[in-house]
């Protein structure tokens, strides 16, 4: 599945237009990991209901691995949204003030990304 496609079901599930989708670079992984960032300035969205519907209505492997709630995403000088900033973020907890959740299959519900947690996905600790 294409980016688009995916931030167009998770548009779908949380309600909110403002959203991108992208692959983020994590060490010791092969290709890259979905990463979506949401712009929810009230903070409405329900993580828990999120990875559920999207189970629903995705395939496994086009899930995002991480998401991240932000106020709102700059625009491009067309009026775009853009993911150019975002992606220099990557999922780096150093650089990211908004809060970023990781996904965890084994509780089944996206967990905020501490830095035990940031560390062990770098080190590969934790297998992706």
Do not use: W
Not at 58 to 67: E, T
Not at 98 to 105: E, S, T, V
Not at 114 to 126: C, K, N, P, T, V
């Amino acid at each position: 599945m294409s980016t688009n496609e995916v931030e167009a079901v998770i548009q779908k599930v949380v309600k909110l237009s403002d959203c991108v989708v992208f692959g983020v670079s994590i060490p010791h992984c092969d290709g890259k990991a979905g990463m979506a960032v949401i712009a929810d300035p009230n903070r409405i969205v329900d993580l828990s209901s999120l990875f559920t519907e999207l189970t629903k209505r995705l395939p496994a492997y086009s899930i995002p691995l991480f998401v991240r709630i932000t106020s709102q995403i700059e625009l491009t000088g067309s009026f775009k949204l853009s993911k150019t900033n975002l992606e220099k973020d990557g999922f780096d907890i150093n650089r990211i003030k908004d809060p970023l959740y990781f996904l965890d299959r084994k509780v089944g519900t996206y967990v905020l990304l501490d830095a035990s947690l940031y560390e062990d996905i770098l080190s590969g600790r934790l297998l992706l």
